[in-house]
């Protein structure tokens, strides 16, 4: 892991540097970069005769681009600690785990089958040097934001970005009888939300920086016939952050309710759900990496709410219109 581990150092406002410098991974403070440059002329180089670039400030496509053609590449990113990852075994959670350890951030995965998240942390950490924690939990459990919040203080983990992403397609209302799976669904996709941002958000505010998105929906800007848990459990994620975005925006702390509409991950394996799949036109359809990406962007500029593809950013002025829910009833994601 080289320099990486051995020199967790902050910058002058909190942050840790990433350098990516002719093939060569170096990460710290800044100012420790500087001193040290004498002796190690690679670093005197990046400090000497390059333009520090934050990642930041970077499209998203031109940071991924030098990152990966780190050849002739002096470059000097933040990377601001370690960011908390739920859902990261599999779909969007995975993919904002590929982007940020791309951007040299640490990382702790969050989920409940550790396998995959294992399989994800051993190919990010060869790729990218970055040091990967990884806590199984089942977020539906009320008590489960608790102890993951108790196990990151217990194994020392700083976390300056907070990922909500975890979800599944909610239980019908009405039909399914057990009050207990209802509850479940709630947890999941609401509580552990509002949880964990009561947990991690107080250090990110008294460090003055801190990065959080909520994994919301398109389904939450929208009323659909036969959707009465999942768009509205969406629908309290983009209240939710608005208002915390309202709050917290002057410690340094953003707050993005990030709504993607129809993308490809594992979340439609259901019989139901395949089926609408299959029923539904192509150019609905965006991957995970796009996605991810325009939320991380969005993130970085401090937007509250941020709709994922042009399209939906389009379309979604029409798909508020009453008489559209019986056109949008097709696309209900209900198990
Ligand atoms: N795909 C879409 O079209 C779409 C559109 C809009 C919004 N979203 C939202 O995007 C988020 C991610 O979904 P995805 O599309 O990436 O689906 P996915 O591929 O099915 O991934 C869902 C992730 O959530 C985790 N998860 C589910 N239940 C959990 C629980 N009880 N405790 C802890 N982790 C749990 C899963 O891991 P384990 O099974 O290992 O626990 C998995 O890592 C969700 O919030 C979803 O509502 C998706």
């Known amino acids: 892991m080289g320099l990486a581990t051995r020199h967790p150092f902050r910058g002058p406002r909190g942050q840790a540097y990433s350098a990516v410098l002719f093939g060569w991974r170096l990460r710290g403070d800044i100012r420790q970069l500087r001193a040290r440059s004498f002796h190690h002329p690679p670093v005197a180089l990046a400090c000497a005769g390059c333009v520090l670039v934050p990642i930041s400030v970077l499209p998203g496509k031109l940071a991924a681009r030098r990152l990966k053609n780190k050849r002739n590449c002096a470059i000097v990113l933040p990377i601001m600690g370690r960011a908390l990852i ?37 190919e990010l950490h060869d790729a990218f040097e970055v040091d990967i924690e990884i806590i199984t939990a089942n977020l539906a459990d009320p008590e489960a934001p608790q102890a993951l919040y108790d196990e990151t203080v217990a194994r020392g983990l700083e976390i300056d970005t907070l990922i909500n992403n975890a979800g599944s397609a909610g239980p019908d209302l009405l039909k399914v009888r057990d009050w207990q799976v209802q509850a479940d669904h709630f947890n999941l996709m609401m509580t552990s939300y509002a949880a964990l941002c009561h947990f991690f958000i107080p250090a990110m505010q008294a460090r003055g920086y801190g990065r959080v998105l909520n994994v919301a929906s398109v389904a939450g800007q929208i009323t659909v016939p036969g959707d009465m848990n999942y768009g509205p459990s969406k629908t309290y994620l983009i209240a939710l952050s608005k208002a915390l975005s309202a709050s917290v925006k002057d410690d340094g702390v953003h707050v ?17 759900l395949s089926a609408m799949k299959a029923r539904s036109p192509g150019f609905l359809w965006y991957d995970a990496d796009v996605v991810v990406r325009e939320g991380l962007a969005a993130l970085e500029k401090g937007k509250a709410v941020h709709t994922s593809g042009r399209l939906y950013r389009l379309a979604m002025p029409i798909a ?15 198990t």
């Open 86 to 122: 739920t859902g990261a075994s599999a779909g969007l959670g995975s993919e904002f785990a590929r982007q940020l350890a791309a951007g040299g951030k640490d990382l702790v995965l969050v989920a409940r089958r550790a396998e995959p998240m294992e399989k994800l942390a051993a």
């Open 256 to 272: 993005l309710a990030l709504c993607p509409g129809l993308t490809h991950t594992d979340f439609h394996q259901s019989k139901h």
């Open 320 to 334: 508020r219109q009453p008489w559209m829910r019986g056109i949008l009833k097709a696309f209900s994601v209900r």
